[in-house]
């Protein structure tokens, strides 16, 4: 169910596209509900639907007991409580793309009403859950705080989203700013990406004239809030808003940086990579699992007020070891980090469970 264009979604067709190559049918729904249209899945069929009616219609037809074959419905915990009332039959595999805590807020379908409520992880309909087999987290972190606040899922697996990476470096056309380092973010403009850290940091007098900072993404609640912040330190920040064609953006910066310490995956650290952009992240969330500090990019601690700062002038007074990081974020990214890699981490999971019955699993 998409209700902002993001990492997420992207994740979601990417996975399609590529799981169609190795299964004999994926069929993808995509509930428009505030969110962008559906794009290009390859091989596998979408149905764009726009309302919980059309849902319900198209799940329950998708997964028809007259096709005769095993049906695997790949949910999320938005709408895993529906999918398992309305198709008690498939095999539901929900997939969590938050590092989840005992206070969050989680926006779910009512399974009842078709209404998108809001509860935290305790208070998931656990009584319908017990039917499913395995959950996935999209990161160790996000798995790892799903076994942890969430006890009733009987099995949590980690497995990391997958990425589209360039065949080849789209050229690096570094914008001619005078500035000695171009840094970019990719977020919607919302709190929890604490995007206002990032601000302070480009505000510091030792930064301001020496750098520039980036945002790509959706405006989100949080968007007047930090334009007047930016305003009020006269801090170095553009906000430049959803582009179609990120990864060939990116590719003109020398640093990507984030702030967020909830973070589920971190998709934009692999857009960047793939394009040869070294990530300084903070140690947190799923940040760190994506950057090997001092190879493929630097972390800092997020409780540290100064250290976000100083990493931003090591990097200021010495570009070097930025392409040099660089190169290494893209091969790892090209190793670890793509659809395919994703794709097949799904089909094993779906094997290695295929002969163990709902009841026992």
């Known amino acids: 169910m998409t209700t902002a264009r993001g990492g997420a979604e992207d994740s979601v067709i990417e996975l399609a596209t590529n799981l169609a190559r190795l299964v004999p049918a994926v069929e993808v729904i995509w509930w428009r509900r505030d969110g962008p249209p559906a794009s290009d899945a390859g091989n596998a069929q979408v149905h764009e639907v726009a309302s919980w009616s059309e849902y319900q219609h198209t799940l329950t037809r998708a997964c028809s007991v007259e096709r005769d074959r095993q049906m695997v419905v790949i949910s999320s915990h938005r709408t895993v409580a529906a999918d398992v009332t309305l198709v008690p039959h498939a095999r539901v595999i929900p997939v969590v793309r938050h590092v989840v805590d005992a206070e969050q807020t989680l926006r779910v379908i009512d399974p009842a009403s078709g209404d998108l409520v809001e509860r935290t992880i305790a208070n998931l309909p656990w009584e319908l859950l017990v039917t499913v087999p395995v959950w996935v987290g999209i990161s160790h972190a996000s798995a790892t705080a799903l076994r942890h606040h969430a006890p009733r899922a009987r099995h949590v697996v980690a497995i990391p989203n997958g990425v589209r990476i360039p065949a080849v470096v789209p050229a690096r056309a570094r914008p ?68 179609d064609d990120l990864p060939h953006q990116l590719a003109g910066y020398d640093l990507l940086v984030t702030a967020a310490v909830q973070e589920g995956f971190g998709r934009g650290v ?61 091969a790892l990214a090209d190793a670890w980090y793509t659809p395919g890699r994703c794709a097949a981490q799904y089909l094993e999971l779906l094997l290695d469970r295929q002969a163990t019955p709902l009841a026992a699993a």
Do not use: N
Not at 176 to 189: D, I, Y
Not at 206 to 231: K, N, Y
């Open 176 to 243: 001619k700013t005078g500035r000695l380092l171009l840094l970019a973010t990719v977020a919607r403009t919302v709190p929890w990406k604490r995007l206002d850290t990032l601000v302070h940091a480009v505000a510091d007098p030792r930064l301001r004239i020496a750098t520039q900072l980036d945002v790509f993404g959706e405006p989100g609640s949080h968007q007047p809030d930090l334009e007047r912040l930016v305003a009020e330190l006269d801090a170095p920040v553009r906000f430049l808003g959803h582009v």
């Open 270 to 330: 692999i857009d960047a990579a793939g394009v040869g952009v070294p990530a300084l992240v903070p140690t947190a969330g799923a940040s760190p699992e994506l950057v090997i500090d001092g190879l493929t990019g630097r972390v800092y601690d997020p409780d540290k007020p100064a250290a976000l700062v100083e990493a931003l002038l090591e990097a200021a007074l010495d570009r070097a070891p930025l392409v040099r990081m660089g190169r290494s974020a893209r």
